[in-house]
């Protein structure tokens, strides 16, 4: 069965600086991937998603991510956060059209909460 | 445009009764999709609709749970015997045609309380 783990359950970052929240997945072949991002009282809105081609996926807000198929990985970044970029982020995976089996929804995993320092 | 809309935004109710939870779609969007979000846990698949039929209802935890979409646009999210475990948040997510990897927009979802 499909899974998703995101392995920090919160992350700290002070405004200005970088930011790495990681993904990893357990899929049959590679799926479509997803970052989504929670604010309080909001629906999850996406980020950016991965199908094939450049390992290297561009979002919005300027957040991007990069797909490392040796390492099951997807994780998200960016190089400068600001103060509302606090919410929860999950990772999340969708079958392909070559993925076989499975529900047609998404796998997300526990989400990454991000606190973000003045 | 208008997003996908659930209602109520909150409802509490008593273990044992039946409750209903409304989500109307981004217009013209034939696919639509329930999850379920339980604190500290990402969504958790419930059921896919393509049109008025239910394509993948492998999430729904057990015959308690029912959904329809009678007119391929609304859909209600049907809870019989609620039980405290059901307590969670209850998102509905729409997609232009539900192909593999279509973005899902989500709504605000659905508090649900069994108290």
């Known amino acids: 069965a499909q899974s998703v783990t995101q392995p920090d359950i919160h992350i700290t970052v002070s405004e200005g600086a970088s930011l790495e929240l990681r993904c990893n997945y357990s899929?049959?072949?590679?799926?479509?991937l997803f970052w989504y991002v929670q604010s309080p009282g909001q629906g999850l809105q996406l980020l950016l998603k991965?199908?094939?081609?450049?390992?290297l996926v561009q979002g919005i807000k300027g957040f991007e991510a990069e797909f490392k198929r040796s390492q099951s990985s997807f994780n998200l970044r960016k190089p400068s956060v600001h103060w509302s970029d606090a919410a929860e982020y999950f990772c999340?995976?969708?079958?392909?059209?070559?993925?076989?089996?499975?529900?047609?929804?998404?796998?997300f995993g526990k989400g990454t909460h991000l606190i973000i320092q003045p | 445009g208008a997003g996908v809309s659930q209602t109520p935004s909150n409802k509490v109710t008593e273990k044992g009764k039946y409750v209903e939870l409304r989500c109307d779609p981004i217009s013209g969007h034939t696919a639509l999709y329930w999850y379920r979000q339980s604190l500290g846990q990402g969504p958790e698949f419930l059921i896919y609709f393509q049109g008025t039929g239910a394509a993948d209802d492998s999430g729904l935890p057990n015959d308690r749970f029912f959904a329809v979409r009678p007119e391929g646009s609304v859909s209600t999210l049907k809870i019989q015997r609620t039980e405290r475990g059901d307590s969670a948040v209850y998102l509905c997510?729409?997609?232009?045609?539900?192909?593999?990897?279509?973005?899902?927009?989500f709504g605000p979802g659905t508090r649900l309380t069994v108290l």
């Open positions: 997510a729409s997609s232009l045609d539900g192909r593999k990897g279509d973005t899902q927009y």
């Open positions: 899929y049959g072949a590679t799926p479509y």
């Open positions: 991965y199908f094939s081609g450049d390992t």
């Open positions: 999340a995976v969708g079958p392909t059209l070559y993925s076989g089996g499975g529900a047609d929804g998404l796998t």
